[in-house]
């Protein structure tokens, strides 16, 4: 089965009626392997992720790179590649609630997730991201947000070759990586800890 | 990366650190004509940690702003040492691209990957500019430099320019309509150096030129490693013209290159009546043959026949004794205006002749001493006499066709340089005999 052609079949109607399909039948008769469009979309979003993580593990530096820069390098990787489907994906996301809440964009972001993970893990090794009680765990979801938003700034950008969209990219990289590095707040945190042992122990008073 | 992660990045942020520095941006043209011609006045004024304090800003800053900084400190070497050497070192601290990025940058443009395109691509930076950086690379045994730009840098210049621009206005007490036509100038000049295809287009045509000149370097480029955001050249091997400046002791050696410097400064403005604007000791090169090397061909000015002939026929004789015909030039020079007052003729009048006479005393002799205290002194003393002038500080002052600003620009930026070498050069009027009158 070639799962690249109801893709392409599915790309070519949105483009061609500029809405998305209601049905697959209303695609094509024969589009084997989907019964419904969410399904098709969910699979295409799976490919995005699929397909950026191995142009990127396939560029021989991406394996020197940092965490930090790992991240840049995915995402413009992931920029890439949606390139080309912006148009579609114009539609796909004009309800944003439909990102945070629908079912479509599971797949793609347990894929993303798989890869942030591991990224989480190596930054933690490196130094690079600040292991931290129970925070830690929401790691992914900022991610998750991060994406969202490199994502919904492309969407709206209107600059030539979408420059504006590669320079948020850095800054919200950075943001993110500032924010998990060991800064203040694990001092403060570091403080707070010291204080409570402190009381628990009843000393000194 | 964690310079790049500190730059203030709204709007707002950056308004407002200009706002801390109060930092006096500015080119009046008139009134700040001589001033700013000379580097003497406001910045010599300015000391040690004042200078610091507006490059730390300026410095935290990129683009645009940087661009700008780097206008103000075209005067080194009249200017404060301290603020001359900052802002050698702001080209080291400029905005990092990281990894990714550049490769990303080459993907987009290129289609391909640095590594496809060279035999050897370094993706260190081994230098930095206020909108791009340079890397090394090496393609069938040359060593090249590839330029790369920064993303975004041409679509920042418009809010950048009006970030700046309210400060620059409040600081020479103009209204902005006084203003426009020579703040529009400068933006083209902007969004111009971030187009690296014409770039390479006014490189080519400088190569051509200085063809008769042997000792005149300008590295071969490589349109088809090039486009809009990426400029491949030779890589050029020597020291800067700050280094030379600082190192060179020998005097003849010092006025062999300050006349290849005049040489091609002349050889542009009056042959090619487009020349490199950004004449600052960064852009220039000393090969181990004494040769001159010449850099970065982003920022030229092209100016057209009448305004050329105007303004360079106030050099000749039979301009500057013939009171009618010379007031007819200064009116098309927008020098002077139709509906100036007689004080105001008066004044401008003075003014025009005095700058005359003060710019145009090097090309008039047959060699001219750069290193001569007497000159550097009148210039000083005539620019705080403008700066002085209270007549000078109003809209009303600000005038002179827009065509002269990066003129300007770049004169300021040469002698700057000859005084540095404390030069001996023969500058010539020669060009003036073609110029009808």
Known sequence: ?205 | MDSQSKIPTSKVARATRFFKAGVKVGGNYAAHYAKKAFGAADEAELDRKNAEEIFNVLSQLKGTALKIAQMLSMDTGILPKAYAEKFAAAQNNAMRLSGPLVMNTFRKYTGKAPHELFDEFNPEARAAASIGQVHEAYKEGRRLAVKIQYPGVADSIYSDINMVKPFVLRYLKVSPDAASQYIEEIVERLVEETDYEQELGNGLKAIELAKDHPDIVIPKYYPELSNKRILTMDWLEGITLNEFIQTEQDQEKRNHIAQLLVDFFQDQVHRNKQFHADLHPGNFLITRDLKLGVLDFGCTKKLPVDFYNDYFSLIKDEVLNDREKMREILHRLDLLREHDTEEEERLFWEITVKSIEIISRPLRSETFDFGDEQYNKDLQEYGDEMSNNPQLKNSNALRGSKHGLFLHRAFIGLFGILYNLRANVRMSTEFAHSIEV
């Open chain 1, 1 to 205: 089965m070639n799962l690249q052609d109801p893709f392409i079949k599915y790309k070519n109607f949105v483009l061609s009626n500029n809405k998305l399909p209601k049905s697959i039948n209303e695609i094509s008769s024969d589009i084997s392997g989907y019964v419904t469009v969410p399904q098709l979309e969910s699979d295409l979003w799976k490919t995005y992720a699929e397909t950026t993580l191995e142009t990127c593990t396939q560029d021989p530096a991406f394996g020197e790179y940092t965490a930090r820069e790992k991240m840049l390098a995915y995402f413009y990787t992931f920029l890439q590649i949606v390139k080309e489907d912006k148009e579609i994906l114009e539609l796909q996301l004009k309800n944003w609630r439909s990102i945070i809440r629908g079912k479509k964009y599971e797949e793609f972001k347990a894929e993303y997730t798989l890869f942030v993970k591991i990224l989480i893990e190596e930054g933690q090794e490196r130094g690079e991201i600040q292991k931290r009680p129970f925070i830690s765990n929401v790691y992914p979801n900022l991610f998750w947000l991060a994406i969202l938003s490199v994502l919904s700034f492309w969407l709206n950008d209107k600059s030539e070759d979408t420059e504006q969209t590669d320079v948020a990219v850095e800054k919200i990289v950075h943001l993110l990586f500032d924010t998990l590095a060991p800064n203040a707040v694990d001092s403060a945190l570091d403080l707070v800890q010291f204080l409570i042992k402190q009381n628990f122990n009843g000393q000194p008073k």
